[in-house]
């Protein structure tokens, strides 16, 4: 477990990525939403642990204390975000509503379904931003650039821990694709909410650039989900044989554990080009 915590610019975290501002509404959207997915993941995959095999019950734990700690950095992070654009306070009570109503409706099966499959979009997300992330950061605040990084690549390290315990309790590749399909469309839907408010907030609600630019990364970025979701759901297929985004991984390896951090993420400046 690595123990990093961040300390965000005091400025405004409206538009961390000057040259990019779509990528800050985007990513501040996903941002929202973790405080009340991340613990639905935990607690799905924790109702499993009792049924599992000691090993993969030990990986499901790792997998929930690593999202526990993303969802504390996010947190942090959405508090200084809904103090700046206060609509967004109403964007996460419709997150709230929907995760607690559906947490409260779900049988176990499906709640580790949608778990599963989320964990693939996540990792999916890691592969897509890794390719981009020349042109998402460019110029980018380095600390709020490395939450998202970090976060991602823990997302790889555990890549295959809910689609394992899915499969161990008895869930079928076709659930899995149910679980999957539910939980772009739910992802999907509340980023676009979050990242209207936070356009709206930009003033950059009507401009064409910007809805050009999101247009684009989000085909882009269906092209990398969609298939790892299939592939997933086909017989014999294991998200472990999906190749890792090389520089996330290695970057992690350098986490210093003495000091409880990591080096900041690498990201292009205009000035240096
Ligand atoms: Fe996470
Ligand atoms: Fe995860």
Known sequence: MRRVTF?????????????????????????????FLEPFVAR??????VDLPPELADQARWLIDQEVSHQRQHRRFNKLLCSEVPGLVRTEKMMRWFFRRFESAASRKLAVSLSAGAETVAFSMA???ERHSN???????PVITTLFMWHLAEEVEHKTVAFDVHRATGGSRFQYLVGALLALIVLGWFTVIGSLTILRAQRRLRNPVSWWRLTRWAF????EVLPNVFAAAMKSH??????????LVAWLRLYDEETQSIPLWWRPSSLSA
Not at 44 to 49: A, E, P, Q, Y
Not at 135 to 141: G, K, R
Not at 220 to 223: E, P, V
Request: aromatic letters at 8%; hydrophobic letters at 45%; a negative charge.
């Open 7 to 35: 300390e965000y610019p005091e400025e405004s975290i409206l538009c961390w990525t000057p040259r990019m501002p779509e990528v800050s509404a985007a990513a501040n959207a996903v941002s929202l939403m973790m405080p």
């Open 44 to 49: 799905s995959i924790r109702s499993t642990i």
């Open 238 to 247: 294991h998200p472990s044989e999906i190749a890792d985004p090389i520089s």
């Open 220 to 223: 882009s970025l269906a092209f």
């Open 135 to 141: 042109e998402l950061f460019m110029d980018a605040d």
């Open 127 to 129: 592969r897509w931003t």
